[in-house]
């Protein structure tokens, strides 16, 4: 399995003295790389620069306002290295530097150690970036007039996706006005539709809409161009009303016309980067939360990288934490924390950067009625919130917390987790001597009664920790299962693939049973 990354050091604010990593693919494999990342941070602290970052691989181009206003010398120039990693660290490494105070040539350097084997797992070594900027189609954008076609940039982006120069259009109406024969009309017409009707399969692929699929057209009337939307079968195609279809919907149709359909040579392929700075700020909250949820559907299903740089909450799924990026000031200086890679915080609650990052309570993240469960780390985490969507379970999240520590440490883990207000919460330990100590202390505070230890699931067998709850055939089944994997980067990001690529019957019935009998567990 491969990873892919960026290292910034001395670009504007970031990596300023000391180079900061952000992790783009936890998995980089052909069929799993695609994945939604979500920058977050306050005000200023540099989320835009970390798009901006990313538009360097693509421009192979640096500006003078990309130095550091702090810079003192040439060792302090910006560099960004794009890497891809393999697991036994060969690597592919795209050096970009700024080459002096006066010039915005960049140098490359190519270190290129990946074997064959390693190459023909990942999507692409060099992959494209496109900084999508929404542009809001309306219903009012399907219809123009032959004189006023150039001015209308939904029908010339559907006519150039497909070839068709609006210019031909437009002499194709000056020949039809002189010789009013409405063949002229006709023919284009038909060969602008034959044509459409690729474009219009590629996008119901895309949006995984081909069993009930949505129909194009463009009609050249006597004075006028329109585009047609509508639903169905030939035998049974129903009109539509684009203001009227679902966010998903209404931003996958912005997004498709402004990006995709640039033509062959320039449309998004698998291991592509988009970035987004600031989408869907002019929806309501559920409307963002809808195009969250399909963003980062529409990312694993092609393969295609997401970055979103944004402050707002309704854009951050707590069952899917692992795809946050804290951009945090200190100094000054801006460094970026892939902060549900791996728990790496030393504040036992794990919500602490993101609530200082988007500047909220816990309780924007979280409905009064949710039930929420402190769990020993990330692994246990993604286990959880996998098996929560599987198995359909509502009202209840899953916290990692770093883990229940030493026993001279507990009373203050404890004590912390007790001053985060949650209406209704629990804690899972593993039922190790840790866990168990853990649970005992934990009976004269608040969560008396309220912690889970793993051996409780079942009478019948002794669980020790959350891999027992796998039957023997999972756990050889899935490498991140294996307890004796001291990798624990490792075992996070494989864990997350899990998350993202899993279904239901890759289980055997063991481990459903197992796992429904914890969920009863910790909702009654």
């Not at 783009?24 to 920058?39: A, F, H, M």
């Given at each position: 399995?491969?990873r892919r990354?960026?290292?910034?050091?001395?670009?504007?604010n970031l990596g300023?003295?000391k180079?900061t990593?952000?992790?783009?693919?936890?998995?980089?494999e052909?069929?799993?790389?695609?994945d939604l990342?979500i920058?977050?941070?306050q005000?200023?602290?540099?989320?835009?620069?970390?798009l901006?970052?990313l538009?360097?691989?693509?421009?192979?181009?640096?500006?003078?306002s990309?130095?550091p206003?702090?810079?003192?010398?040439?060792?302090e120039?910006?560099e960004?290295?794009?890497?891809?990693?393999?697991?036994?660290?060969?690597a592919?490494?795209?050096k970009l530097?700024?080459?002096?105070?006066?010039?915005?040539?960049i140098?490359?350097?190519f270190?290129d150690?990946l074997n064959d084997?390693d190459?023909?797992?990942?999507?692409?070594?060099?992959?494209?970036?496109?900084?999508y900027?929404?542009?809001?189609?309306?219903?009012s954008?399907?219809?123009?007039?032959?004189e006023?076609l150039?001015?209308?940039?939904?029908?010339?982006?559907?006519?150039?996706?497909?070839?068709?120069?609006?210019?031909?259009v437009?002499?194709?109406?000056?020949q039809?006005r002189?010789?009013p024969?409405?063949?002229?009309?006709?023919?284009?017409?038909?060969?602008?539709?034959?044509?459409l009707?690729?474009?219009?399969?590629?996008?119901?692929?895309?949006?995984?809409?081909?069993?009930d699929?949505?129909?194009f057209?463009?009609?050249?009337?006597n004075?006028?161009?329109s585009f047609?939307l509508g639903?169905?079968?030939?035998n049974?195609?129903?009109?539509?009303?684009?203001?009227?279809?679902?966010?998903?919907f209404r931003?996958?149709?912005?997004?498709?016309?402004?990006?995709?359909?640039?033509?062959?040579s320039?449309?998004?392929h698998?291991?592509?980067?988009?970035i987004m700075?600031?989408?869907?700020?002019?929806?309501?909250?559920?409307?963002?939360?809808?195009?969250?949820d399909?963003?980062?559907?529409?990312?694993?299903?092609?393969?295609?990288?997401?970055?979103?740089a944004?402050?707002s909450?309704?854009?951050?799924?707590?069952?899917e934490?692992?795809?946050?990026?804290?951009?945090?000031m200190?100094?000054?200086?801006a460094?970026?924390?892939?902060?549900?890679?791996?728990?790496?915080?030393?504040?036992?609650?794990s919500?602490?950067?993101?609530k200082?990052?988007?500047?909220?309570?816990?309780?924007?993240?979280?409905?009064?009625?949710?039930?929420?469960?402190w769990?020993?780390g990330?692994t246990?985490?993604?286990y959880?919130?996998?098996?929560?969507?599987?198995?359909?379970?509502?009202?209840?999240?899953?916290?990692p917390f770093?883990?229940?520590?030493?026993?001279d440490?507990?009373?203050v883990?404890?004590?912390?987790?007790?001053?985060i207000k949650?209406?209704?919460v629990e804690?899972?330990v593993?039922?190790?001597k840790?866990g168990l100590a853990?649970?005992?202390?934990?009976?004269?505070?608040?969560?008396?009664?309220r912690?889970i230890?793993?051996?409780q699931?079942s009478?019948?067998?002794?669980y020790?920790?959350?891999?027992n709850?796998f039957?023997?055939?999972?756990?050889?089944?899935?490498?991140a299962?294996?307890e004796?994997?001291?990798?624990?980067?490792?075992?996070?990001?494989?864990?997350s693939?899990?998350?993202?690529?899993?279904?239901?019957?890759?289980?055997?019935?063991?481990?459903?049973?197992?796992?429904?009998?914890?969920f009863?567990?910790?909702?009654n």
């Amino acid at each position: 399995m491969s990873r892919r990354f960026i290292t910034i050091s001395n670009f504007r604010n970031l990596g300023i003295g000391k180079p900061t990593t952000l992790l783009l693919n936890d998995t980089y494999e052909k069929g799993k790389s695609g994945d939604l990342i979500i920058l977050i941070g306050q005000n200023n602290a540099g989320k835009s620069n970390v798009l901006s970052a990313l538009e360097i691989i693509k421009s192979r181009q640096f500006t003078s306002s990309d130095v550091p206003i702090m810079n003192l010398g040439n060792d302090e120039l910006p560099e960004i290295d794009y890497v891809i990693q393999a697991d036994n660290n060969n690597a592919y490494c795209q050096k970009l530097k700024y080459s002096s105070m006066y010039s915005a040539r960049i140098i490359e350097d190519f270190v290129d150690t990946l074997n064959d084997e390693d190459i023909a797992n990942l999507d692409d070594l060099e992959s494209s970036v496109f900084n999508y900027e929404n542009k809001n189609i309306v219903t009012s954008d399907f219809n123009t007039t032959p004189e006023y076609l150039n001015n209308n940039k939904f029908i010339c982006s559907v006519l150039n996706a497909i070839d068709i120069n609006p210019d031909t259009v437009k002499d194709t109406y000056d020949q039809y006005r002189k010789t009013p024969n409405i063949f002229f009309l006709q023919v284009l017409q038909n060969k602008i539709n034959q044509r459409l009707k690729k474009l219009t399969d590629i996008f119901n692929n895309l949006y995984k809409s081909t069993a009930d699929p949505y129909n194009f057209m463009i009609v050249l009337f006597n004075s006028q161009i329109s585009f047609g939307l509508g639903r169905g079968n030939e035998n049974s195609l129903t009109p539509l009303v684009l203001e009227q279809q679902s966010t998903g919907f209404r931003w996958f149709f912005n997004f498709f016309f402004t990006l995709f359909n640039r033509g062959s040579s320039k449309s998004i392929h698998p291991g592509d980067i988009v970035i987004m700075d600031e989408p869907a700020t002019n929806l309501h909250p559920q409307g963002q939360k809808e195009l969250r949820d399909f963003i980062k559907a529409f990312a694993v299903a092609n393969d295609i990288t997401f970055v979103i740089a944004t402050h707002s909450p309704f854009l951050v799924n707590s069952d899917e934490l692992n795809e946050l990026r804290v951009v945090r000031m200190k100094d000054n200086k801006a460094e970026i924390i892939n902060l549900f890679s791996a728990v790496d915080v030393d504040d036992p609650d794990s919500l602490l950067p993101i609530k200082d990052a988007l500047t909220i309570k816990q309780n924007i993240l979280y409905d009064y009625d949710t039930r929420v469960v402190w769990v020993e780390g990330i692994t246990d985490y993604n286990y959880l919130t996998l098996f929560k969507k599987l198995l359909g379970y509502q009202n209840i999240s899953f916290l990692p917390f770093k883990g229940v520590g030493k026993e001279d440490m507990q009373d203050v883990i404890i004590q912390k987790l007790a001053s985060i207000k949650f209406p209704n919460v629990e804690i899972l330990v593993d039922a190790d001597k840790a866990g168990l100590a853990f649970k005992q202390k934990c009976q004269n505070t608040k969560f008396k009664d309220r912690v889970i230890s793993i051996d409780q699931v079942s009478s019948n067998a002794k669980y020790k920790e959350i891999e027992n709850l796998f039957s023997v055939t999972d756990r050889q089944k899935y490498k991140a299962l294996n307890e004796n994997d001291p990798d624990g980067f490792k075992k996070a990001s494989t864990t997350s693939a899990m998350k993202k690529f899993c279904k239901l019957e890759d289980f055997s019935k063991e481990t459903i049973d197992n796992f429904k009998a914890l969920f009863e567990l910790l909702i009654n």
